[in-house]
């Protein structure tokens, strides 16, 4: 019997060995093919099989343990998808950034005005082609051209420091002006931004920008010149660019707490500027009817000479699931040399809601985003987001003695993004006009039907 157990013994031990074997030519195997495949795909193979399990030991043997050596170094160049490739190295970072937009539309007016920029209207509204990156953790750069309006500007041009809640901006940039304005034109909810943004010649200008955010607290305060295009005149004399000295100081203020699902937004701003040789030159106020692509302005003041300009402006924004809503006011006062200072006026007030399930209006940094679908075209039988907005908008330029008329605005919009960085525009306005452009019987208080489209590409 004893002899029985002792080869009974030896034969476990035989086929617990035999086991081992195999499970050790399993992972040897194992560890060829994934060597292969990482040799055909371009990456070092690893020394040993990447988080393969360890065998337990046997017969005094130490157990085969096997290492994962695939990590990447964190030296080593990553490449992100974002609407297109960003590479990302260690604190550095670069991503090429464009825009496409192109509009067209129709602006029914009295035929009586005569003017051959109503009627078929259309225009490649942006061409934009650029690129941002970060030289380091608190060190980053933006830079981007425009084709628009049949010239090539820089638009955002800018460096940024940012350590903590400060951030430090140098160079082409919005001057915190109007959430309206700040807003990106590819997360508008229409077409066009509010009405007194263009009229009040709201634009990118050269300056010194500083921001302070924490919690829902974001305070700007910036001084700044004027835009690259008056400054980088080439004429000597006194319509040189070189000559400008034009100058601003301007300030935003905004209290954004999340109450539950709903987000709100409280702001407000002020804006003085002195127009410096600008005073020499004829300035003036006005608006187009909506779309951008004709050049005719139905309402607009008179050539004034302005040597200051004192705007104020206040905001007003929440958001809760699908739903969103917004308004602002802002007034201008024009300081005219040796005559009375006149005072314009405009608002806006919309609501919007999103028809697709899950799909909401992105908020960050005190102004609108984009989100994207939550449901892409072609994805689990997704169509994409779509979103409806209702508008009011209003614009005054009558004041003592300039006479340059009143718009009231109603805008009905759809958006559609089939996917994120794609979106589909159709716009509906209906603009009521009081002292606008006399007609060839001499009236000037009527109508104007306006239905405007746009396809939109950013990345």
Same mark, same amino acid.
């Given at each position: 019997m004893t002899g029985i157990g002792l080869a009974e013994t030896a034969s476990a031990q035989a086929v617990d060995a035999q086991q081992a074997e195999a499970m050790r030519a399993e992972i040897r195997e194992l560890r060829a093919r994934l060597e292969s495949l990482e040799s055909r795909l371009g990456a070092p193979a690893p020394a040993q099989a990447a988080a393969a399990p360890s065998s337990p030991p046997v017969d005094g043997q130490p157990a085969v343990v096997a290492s994962n050596s695939t990590k990447k170094p964190a030296d080593e160049a990553e490449i992100k998808w974002k609407g297109s490739p960003?590479?990302?190295?260690?604190?550095?970072?670069?991503?090429?950034?464009?825009?496409?937009?192109?509009?067209?539309?129709y602006v029914g007016a009295p035929k009586g005005l005569g003017d051959r920029g109503l009627g078929f209207v259309n225009e490649m509204r942006r061409i934009r082609l650029g690129g941002e990156g970060s030289f380091s953790e608190h060190l980053s750069y933006k830079l981007e051209l425009e084709l628009s309006d049949n010239a090539v500007d820089l638009v955002d041009t800018f460096l940024t420091f940012k350590d903590g809640d400060w951030q430090l901006q140098l160079g082409n940039q919005n001057s915190f002006q109007s959430l309206d304005e700040l807003t990106g034109d590819t997360a508008g909810s229409v077409m066009e931004r509010a009405a007194f943004t263009d009229a009040f010649n709201f634009e990118r200008r050269m300056g010194l920008g500083a921001q302070y955010s924490h919690g829902p607290l974001i305070a700007q305060l910036g001084v700044f010149t004027d835009d690259i295009t008056a400054l980088s005149n080439s004429s000597d004399g006194v319509n040189g660019g070189d000559e400008d000295n034009s100058y601003s100081v301007d300030g935003r203020l905004v209290y954004a707490p999340k109450l539950g699902d709903v987000q709100l937004h409280l702001g407000a701003s002020a804006h003085w500027r002195r127009l410096g040789r600008l005073v020499d030159s004829s300035t003036r106020y006005r608006q187009r009817p909506f779309i951008h692509a004709t050049n005719t302005r139905l309402i607009g003041t008179p050539s004034m000479n302005v040597e200051e300009e004192t705007m104020?402006?206040?905001?007003? =924004?929440?958001?809760?699931?699908?739903?969103? *809503?917004? =308004?602002?006011?802002?007034? $201008?006062?024009?300081?005219? /040399?040796?005559?009375?200072?006149?005072?314009?006026?405009? =608002?806006?007030?919309?609501?919007?809601?999103?028809?697709?399930?899950? %799909?909401?209006?992105?908020?960050? *940094?005190?102004?609108?985003? @984009? &989100?994207? +679908?939550?449901? =892409? /075209?072609?994805? %689990?039988?997704?169509?994409?987001?779509?979103?409806?907005?209702?508008?009011?908008?209003? /614009? %005054?330029?009558? %004041?003592?003695?300039?006479?340059? *008329?009143?718009? @009231?605005?109603?805008?009905?919009?759809?958006?559609?993004? +089939?996917?994120?960085? $794609?979106?589909? &525009?159709? @716009?509906?306005? /209906? $603009?009521?006009?009081?002292?606008?452009?006399?007609?060839?019987? *001499?009236?000037? &208080?009527? @109508?104007a039907n306006v239905i405007a489209t746009r396809f939109e590409f950013d990345f």
């Open positions: 960003q590479i990302v190295e260690g604190g550095q970072s670069f991503k090429v950034k464009g825009r496409i937009q192109a509009d067209a539309g104020y402006g206040a905001e007003l =924004a929440a958001l809760s699931g699908p739903w969103y *809503g917004a =308004a602002e006011y802002y007034t $201008l006062r024009a300081d005219r /040399l040796d005559t009375p200072t006149v005072a314009f006026h405009g =608002a806006y007030a919309e609501v919007g809601y999103f028809l697709t399930k899950g %799909d909401t209006r992105g908020y960050k *940094g005190g102004i609108f985003t @984009n &989100n994207a +679908p939550e449901r =892409a /075209l072609g994805e %689990d039988g997704g169509i994409g987001s779509v979103q409806v907005t209702v508008r009011y908008d209003w /614009l %005054d330029l009558d %004041d003592r003695d300039i006479r340059g *008329g009143t718009q @009231n605005g109603y805008i009905a919009a759809l958006v559609w993004s +089939p996917i994120q960085y $794609l979106r589909f &525009n159709v @716009n509906y306005a /209906l $603009l009521q006009y009081t002292g606008a452009t006399a007609t060839a019987s *001499g009236d000037t &208080n009527y @109508n």
